[in-house]
Nanobody, 125 residues
């Protein structure tokens, strides 16, 4: 099993940047594909980005492609989400998730086994 704790959320103006971190404890991070999801008030949780256990493959939602970057440091057991050019519609609670099925790089929340508690990102005008 792995436990995940996100940090780095906050209030930022539109056009600004934030970097989220997700620190894992328990089983080694390299055992998992890692993803970021987000959930805005009144909306379903949606996929943001994923990076394979090896770090070589990535997958991004169209809405964040070119603005967000997911990275990972397996030695530090940490996954990052660098968010640039933030928009009002990026406001949400952001969740880190781990998928033990290494043969896929999933975009659906049901494909992920472990979740963090979330960190709030609020983008203001």
């Amino acid at each position: 099993q792995v436990q995940l704790v996100e940090s780095g959320g906050g209030l930022v103006q539109a056009g600004g940047s934030l970097r989220l971190s997700c620190v894992a404890s328990g089983r080694t991070l390299s055992s998992y594909n890692m993803g970021w999801f987000r959930q805005a008030p009144g909306k379903e949780r949606e996929f943001v980005a994923a990076r394979s256990f090896s770090g070589y493959s990535t997958n991004y939602a169209d809405s964040v492609k070119g603005r967000f970057t997911i990275s990972r440091d397996n030695a530090k057991k940490t996954v990052y989400l660098q968010m640039n050019s933030l928009k009002l519609e990026d406001t949400a609670v952001y969740y880190c998730a781990a998928d033990s099925a290494r043969g896929r790089l999933g975009r659906r929340s049901g494909e992920y086994d472990y979740w963090g508690q979330g960190t709030q990102v609020t983008v203001s005008s």
